[in-house]
């Protein structure tokens, strides 16, 4: 018989790290508080239709996008993960709004920050996210972020949020102020409270996830449409059922679109999809901010494109009712791109059809798409 096993005991918690993740844990909790929620605006559409449209406006958080709740989550999961503490490096994949939110949260936090993101991000964001003091890593290929930014993890023995694995994981579904509850509590003095469609987009997939998850949560019977891009897995892989499926480029659509499926996109929560022709989210951005005097970003356009294309399949047949969607971000951050007639040339975007479309639906309740 070999020697009895001795006890043995390995204490790696060192009382004061957890003083500065208390203080950090603190300082995110109060940046909450000292925030207001976001409005839910009634977009303009003609009473007698019998169906009321609402645009929830996420660029009012404090970075301008519905990338903030995110990255609150992000940095409060990796903290009481124990995965960041006192001058770690935090490092995200992002195709810029979700890096500007970190970048945020990360001088909040006193850490430096590393964005790594496509080339072809645009000018404004990049600017944003170093104002907040952070490091922008640009790269040609968009395939390439994760692993780049896994490696300059491991380099610099910093962490990897890593938003597209962890978005669903991080974010409360069940409420915490979550995006779907404060639509539904926002919603509740309205003449139809529980709206029939919520339409989102996905880039992630955690904003969709997390409404998803929600509506079942509370047993309404409110169905989530998820709007895809061009270019994009999702929708192709939602449609068959693969998973695996790629688009091998990558979305013109800032924020929305992915050329893989996410491992935050959870399709099953997702009751139907519409692919959006890119002409017509720049064509529905374009029309929504001239009748509603607020610049918004392109994801917003697709999102409205696919909001209407509903409220007009109710109003075909007299259903009367609600339906939400999301304004991602403001169009502010693409005024060298999206709101530029010489770069919606250059990428053979002609959103004249599409205009026609929304302008005649707004004239007589009737969808016609251009063919
Ligand atoms: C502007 C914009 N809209 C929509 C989305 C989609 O949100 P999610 O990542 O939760 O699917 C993103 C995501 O990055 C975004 O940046």
Redesign the pocket.
């Known amino acids: 018989m070999g020697p009895e096993p001795r006890c043995q005991d390995v204490d790696r918690g060192r009382p004061e790290t957890r003083t500065w993740v208390n203080e950090a844990i603190r300082k995110v909790d109060a940046d909450a508080n000292r925030s207001a929620d976001t409005h839910l605006h009634v977009f303009p559409l003609p009473v007698e239709w019998g169906v009321d449209l609402y645009l929830k406006d996420e660029s009012v958080h404090p970075t301008g996008?519905?990338?903030h709740r995110?990255a609150r989550s992000l940095f409060l999961y990796a903290l009481c993960n124990g995965w960041i503490g006192e001058g770690t490096t935090v490092i995200e994949a992002?195709?810029?709004?979700?890096a500007v939110s970190e970048a945020y949260f990360a001088r909040l936090l006193g850490l430096p920050f590393v964005a790594v993101m496509p080339r072809s991000t645009s000018r404004e964001k990049v600017e944003l996210i170093e104002y907040y003091g952070a490091r922008c890593h640009l790269v040609d290929d968009p395939a390439t972020i994760y692993d780049e930014s896994r490696r300059l993890a491991d380099e610099s023995g910093g962490h990897f949020m890593d938003?597209f694995t962890y978005?669903e994981r991080a974010t409360d579904w069940r409420g915490n102020n979550n995006i779907a509850e404060s639509v539904f509590e926002q919603m509740a003095h309205e003449a139809h409270p529980v709206p029939a469609w919520v339409v989102?987009?996905?880039?992630?997939?955690?904003?969709?996830a997390?409404i998803g998850r929600y509506v079942r949560f509370q047993r309404l019977d409110t169905r989530v449409c998820v709007v895809d891009p061009e270019n994009s897995a999702f929708f192709p892989s939602w449609i068959s059922g693969d998973v695996s499926a790629t688009s091998g480029t990558s979305s013109r659509i800032?924020?929305?679109g992915r050329p893989r499926v996410e491992p935050?996109?959870v399709p099953t929560i997702v009751d139907r999809m519409i692919a959006v022709p890119d002409a017509a989210s720049m064509a529905a951005m374009r029309w929504a901010s001239t009748l509603t005097g607020r610049l918004v970003?392109?994801?917003?356009g697709t999102n409205l494109w696919g909001a209407l294309r509903l409220v007009a399949e109710m109003c075909a047949a007299g259903q009367s009712g609600s339906v939400v969607t999301?304004l991602?971000?403001g169009g502010e951050r693409y005024a060298h791109t999206y709101y530029d007639d010489a770069w919606l040339a250059a990428a053979g975007l002609d959103i004249g059809p599409y205009t026609k479309t929304l302008e005649q639906f707004a004239a007589t309740g009737e969808w016609h798409e251009p063919t």
């Open positions: 996008s519905l990338k995110l992002s195709s810029g709004s979700t938003q978005a989102v987009g996905a880039g992630t997939g955690g904003t969709s997390t800032e924020g929305i935050s996109f970003g392109g994801s917003t999301l991602c971000d």
